[in-house]
Protein backbone atom coordinates (compact mmCIF):
# COMPACT_ATOMS: atom_id res chain seq x y z
CA UNK A 1 0.00 0.00 0.00
CA UNK A 2 1.19 3.61 -0.93
CA UNK A 3 0.12 5.19 2.31
CA UNK A 4 -0.91 4.28 6.21
CA UNK A 5 -3.82 5.16 6.71
CA UNK A 6 -2.86 6.64 10.09
CA UNK A 7 -1.37 8.97 7.49
CA UNK A 8 -3.49 10.34 5.82
CA UNK A 9 -5.43 14.02 5.45
CA UNK A 10 -7.75 14.38 2.82
CA UNK A 11 -8.76 17.42 0.94
CA UNK A 12 -11.86 17.75 -0.63
CA UNK A 13 -11.08 21.51 -2.86
CA UNK A 14 -8.33 20.98 -5.26
CA UNK A 15 -6.90 22.25 -8.65
CA UNK A 16 -4.05 21.92 -11.22
CA UNK A 17 -0.57 19.53 -11.87
CA UNK A 18 1.40 17.41 -15.47
CA UNK A 19 5.44 16.83 -14.68
CA UNK A 20 8.37 18.28 -16.40
CA UNK A 21 10.21 16.15 -16.50
CA UNK A 22 13.42 13.80 -14.96
CA UNK A 23 16.65 15.90 -13.75
CA UNK A 24 19.86 13.72 -12.86
CA UNK A 25 21.06 15.85 -10.33
CA UNK A 26 19.85 16.99 -7.41
CA UNK A 27 17.53 20.47 -7.29
CA UNK A 28 15.89 22.95 -5.64
CA UNK A 29 11.97 23.40 -5.78
CA UNK A 30 11.02 26.58 -6.80
CA UNK A 31 7.93 28.28 -5.92
CA UNK A 32 4.75 26.27 -7.66
CA UNK A 33 7.20 22.68 -7.79
CA UNK A 34 6.87 19.53 -6.35
CA UNK A 35 9.81 17.51 -6.65
CA UNK A 36 9.87 14.03 -6.09
CA UNK A 37 13.17 12.06 -5.25
CA UNK A 38 14.55 8.63 -5.93
CA UNK A 39 16.67 8.25 -2.43
CA UNK A 40 15.78 10.14 0.72
CA UNK A 41 17.30 13.10 1.77
CA UNK A 42 16.90 15.27 -1.75
CA UNK A 43 19.53 12.94 -3.57
CA UNK A 44 19.19 10.56 -6.45
CA UNK A 45 17.11 11.10 -9.83
CA UNK A 46 14.56 13.85 -9.23
CA UNK A 47 10.75 14.40 -11.32
CA UNK A 48 9.57 18.00 -11.06
CA UNK A 49 5.74 18.54 -11.27
CA UNK A 50 4.32 22.37 -11.97
CA UNK A 51 1.04 21.25 -12.65
CA UNK A 52 -1.82 18.84 -13.06
CA UNK A 53 -0.35 15.49 -13.96
CA UNK A 54 -3.44 12.93 -13.51
CA UNK A 55 -0.78 10.11 -14.09
CA UNK A 56 2.53 9.78 -12.75
CA UNK A 57 5.04 7.35 -13.63
CA UNK A 58 8.47 6.11 -12.13
CA UNK A 59 10.58 3.33 -12.15
CA UNK A 60 11.65 4.11 -8.77
CA UNK A 61 10.35 4.35 -5.42
CA UNK A 62 9.89 7.94 -3.97
CA UNK A 63 12.55 8.58 -1.17
CA UNK A 64 11.75 12.49 -0.33
CA UNK A 65 9.82 14.82 -1.48
CA UNK A 66 10.83 19.01 -2.20
CA UNK A 67 7.93 21.90 -2.27
CA UNK A 68 8.76 25.41 -3.03
CA UNK A 69 7.65 27.98 -0.98
CA UNK A 70 4.58 29.36 -0.50
CA UNK A 71 3.56 25.98 -2.58
CA UNK A 72 0.71 23.20 -1.32
CA UNK A 73 -0.06 20.27 -3.45
CA UNK A 74 -1.95 16.53 -3.11
CA UNK A 75 -1.13 13.51 -4.31
CA UNK A 76 -2.86 10.23 -4.54
CA UNK A 77 -2.08 6.81 -4.50
CA UNK A 78 -4.42 6.31 -7.64
CA UNK A 79 -4.17 8.13 -11.09
CA UNK A 80 -6.53 10.51 -11.72
CA UNK A 81 -6.51 11.79 -8.29
CA UNK A 82 -8.68 9.00 -6.65
CA UNK A 83 -7.94 8.47 -2.75
CA UNK A 84 -6.31 7.99 -1.14
CA UNK A 85 -5.08 11.67 -1.21
CA UNK A 86 -2.73 13.94 0.76
CA UNK A 87 -2.02 17.24 0.91
CA UNK A 88 1.75 18.22 1.31
CA UNK A 89 2.86 21.61 1.92
CA UNK A 90 6.60 20.95 3.71
CA UNK A 91 9.35 18.78 2.20
CA UNK A 92 9.67 15.37 3.65
CA UNK A 93 13.58 14.35 3.70
CA UNK A 94 12.34 10.81 4.06
CA UNK A 95 8.50 9.72 2.34
CA UNK A 96 8.44 6.91 4.33
CA UNK A 97 7.74 8.98 7.48
CA UNK A 98 4.44 9.79 6.25
CA UNK A 99 3.63 6.48 4.81
CA UNK A 100 5.39 7.31 1.37
CA UNK A 101 6.13 3.38 0.35
CA UNK A 102 6.51 3.21 -3.19
CA UNK A 103 5.42 5.81 -6.19
CA UNK A 104 2.19 7.82 -6.70
CA UNK A 105 -0.63 7.77 -8.75
CA UNK A 106 -1.00 11.69 -9.52
CA UNK A 107 -0.09 15.09 -8.04
CA UNK A 108 -1.63 18.12 -8.41
CA UNK A 109 -1.60 22.06 -7.16
CA UNK A 110 -3.54 22.91 -4.36
CA UNK A 111 -4.91 26.53 -4.21
Do not use: H
Not at 1 to 26: H, N
Request: glycine fraction near 10%; include cysteine; hydrophobic fraction near 40%.
Amino acid sequence: MLFRATSLIIIASLTVAPATGIAKQRASALKGQLILYKDRNYNGDAYVIDQSQSVVELDWNIGSIGIGPDTRFEICAKPRFKAPCMPITESIPDASSVGINGGLGSARPLP
